[in-house]
């Protein structure tokens, strides 16, 4: 499983670094980025749907 | 070196267009009927917006008025969350529903950009701003707004019956902001009228309303002036300094900015701090069981600032159009209740109820779309801490008299006396 952030939506609501900072963080102008590869460790899927499902801008992707 | 002398001249004589000319007639009084008379400045609508807002998304989901010159009420979140969206049909120019439309010419940027403006001008406008709003960024101030609750709450300590409102909450923003900004901490008292002038006043005649801006506009003149000659690390002289497009910004930009961050730094927040408190002290097992898991707290708040989001924006619709079944107008206003999104069944379950571990909760209290409250990381930040230490020092507390508590009345909703039994 993998995440991704669609640039394009995300408006720097941040509930995705808020939630997973393992997995987010934030650039210099709020909005939010995936860390690293953005592969979700095991037993984080559960977190990553989290994600998905708060992001107030549907920003967020599962691959 | 040239001599800044862009703040010389009296800023009233740029914007007084734009608060007089009330296109509209003052209508007042009660609401005959909410699906066809709305209006968010009466005592009925503080007192309980949420019934009206139920029954409206209902009954008749885009309502309408002949207030204000005209305007609509969505409910349902599907119908807010497309016209925050939409900025190429509905403007930004006003964001304040009120009897004065401000000039077209007024757009893209607006009196207090960038929530006043409409892309492109509003992306650039913005950018400015972010970086001093971010999470990190505003974590730096955590410690300092912490021992800054717990001295509030030092002078309270002993008293049986605190009005959490006046004597809590809204000192939090307050010096918050006034840090940021680089004003006098101890002009609190100014702020707080600032704020209700711009946001409780929306039916004030004009010769109520120009004294107030004009006061708002010399204060903070005073404070640009004191910053251009004392320079120091604020966003006053960030704002001051700071080049757009190769120049430095227009004095109206830099004042109606500033503005903005005063404004709407101080009394939101005030607003979510004191909504969360009410609710806890209404509900003792909600408040025994963040005493008992203070983990939870992230959570509940994002519940809290759900169900009673304070913020409702307006929007101006640009031209004349059908729009969801409804005939709109152009400078028809949207009142944007991004609460009463919040409440709609059709996005969230057991909306009408405060559920504190609410796990999914895309809920929209600081807006969606561009114009994503820019202050968010940092209310997020003072809630957080405001309700931490208060719950540290008065684990124990209830409404005193709930008939007592009173709400801001308008586009921004709050308790603004809330006396609390301690113990």
């Known amino acids: 499983m993998k995440v991704k952030i669609n640039a394009e939506r995300c408006q720097g609501h941040g509930r995705c670094y808020d939630l997973a900072p393992g997995l987010f963080g934030d650039d210099e102008e709020g909005y939010g980025q995936v860390l690293g590869d953005g592969v979700v460790p095991p037993g984080e899927e559960q977190t990553a749907r989290l994600i998905l499902a708060n992001c107030p801008e549907r920003a967020i992707e599962i691959l | ?423």
């Open chain 2, 1 to 423: 070196m040239t001599v800044d002398d862009r703040f010389e001249q009296d800023l009233m004589e740029t914007v007084r267009d734009r608060v007089i000319d009330p296109r509209s007639a003052i209508i007042t009084g009660p609401v005959s009927d909410w699906a066809t008379d709305f209006s968010h400045a009466e005592p009925e609508w503080a007192a309980d917006p949420y019934l009206i807002q139920d029954e409206l998304r209902e009954r008749c989901p885009i309502a309408h008025t002949e207030r204000f010159g005209g305007g609509w009420l969505p409910t349902r979140y599907e119908d807010v969350a497309a016209i925050a969206y939409d900025t190429d049909r509905f403007s930004s120019r006003a964001i304040i529903m009120s009897n004065v439309r401000p000039p077209l010419e007024l757009a893209p940027v607006g009196g207090v950009p960038p929530i006043s403006s409409d892309p492109p001008f509003h992306h650039d406008a913005r950018k400015l701003l972010l970086p001093a709003f971010t999470k990190t960024e505003v974590a730096k101030q955590e410690q300092a707004t912490r021992a800054f609750c717990h001295a509030l709450i030092d002078e309270l300590q002993g008293q049986p019956v605190i009005d959490a409102a006046r004597d809590y909450a809204q000192h939090i923003p307050m010096r918050v902001i006034a840090d940021m900004l680089g004003f006098p901490p101890e002009d609190g008292p100014q702020f707080r009228e600032f704020v209700e002038h711009a946001l409780e006043g929306v039916n004030a005649p004009p010769e109520e309303r120009v004294p107030r801006i004009q006061k708002l506009f010399d204060y903070l003149l005073t404070q640009i002036r004191d910053h251009v000659d004392n320079p120091r690390d604020d966003l006053t002289t960030y704002l001051i300094n700071i080049e757009l497009y190769g120049q430095k910004l227009a004095p109206t930009h830099v004042a109606g900015t500033m503005s903005l961050l005063l404004i709407a730094g101080i009394d939101t927040t005030w607003s979510a701090i004191g909504a969360s408190l009410w609710h806890l002290a209404k509900t003792p097992a909600d408040r025994e069981r963040l005493v008992a898991e203070p983990g939870l707290l992230p959570t509940a708040i994002e519940e809290l600032l759900r169900a009673y989001a304070p913020v409702t924006m307006a929007r101006l619709v640009k031209a004349d159009m059908h729009w969801n079944g409804v005939d709109m107008k152009a400078d028809d206003w949207i009142l944007l209740s991004f609460p009463a999104a919040n409440r709609d069944p059709a996005q969230f379950d057991r909306a009408g109820e405060v559920v504190i571990d609410r796990e999914i909760n895309r809920h929209a209290a600081f807006g969606l779309g561009i114009h994503r409250c820019a202050g968010s990381h940092l209310a997020r930040m003072e809630l957080r801490i405001a309700l931490e230490v208060w719950l540290e020092r008065f684990p124990d507390f209830s409404l005193a008299d709930p008939a007592a508590v009173t709400w801001a009345t308008g586009q921004v909703r709050g308790p603004r006396t809330l006396p609390l039994r301690i113990g």
